[in-house]
Nanobody, 113 residues
Framework: VQLVESGGGLVQAGGSLRLSCAAS????????MGWYRQAPGKQRELVAR???????NYADSVKGRFTISRDNTNNTLYLQMNSLKPEDTAVYYC????????WGQGTQVTVSS
């Protein structure tokens, strides 16, 4: 399994970004996928998660601002991020779980105030 994130960058507070994660290899559409983030000096934390059936859950800090979705036909995971805040600055990682955790290389999101 390979996961490749894209879409990160520098944005002003209040702006939007859309992250994508292209998955390849033995991908099962029924397995959960998610987005995690890690800010400097902090532990990696869950941002949003989506099951194979489309059920979602979000960290309290991003509820109402971020939306996770997946395209099972193209094995792509998305994270639409709106109303970005400086505290959203982090490296964002794509995760796929199927008996093991698989991770992408991460994409940097920087939100300036």
């Amino acid at each position: 399994v390979q996961l490749v994130e894209s879409g990160g960058g520098l944005v002003q507070a209040g702006g939007s970004l859309r992250l994508s994660c292209a998955a390849s290899g033995s991908i099962f559409s029924g397995s959960p996928m998610g987005w995690y983030r890690q800010a400097p000096g902090k532990q990696r934390e869950l941002v949003a998660r989506i099951t194979g059936g489309g059920s979602t859950n979000y960290a309290d800090s991003v509820k109402g601002r971020f939306t996770i979705s997946r395209d099972n036909t193209n094995n792509t995971l998305y994270l639409q991020m709106n109303s970005l805040k400086p505290e959203d600055t982090a490296v964002y990682y794509c995760n796929y779980y199927s008996y093991l955790d698989y991770w992408g290389q991460g994409t940097q999101v920087t939100v300036s105030s």
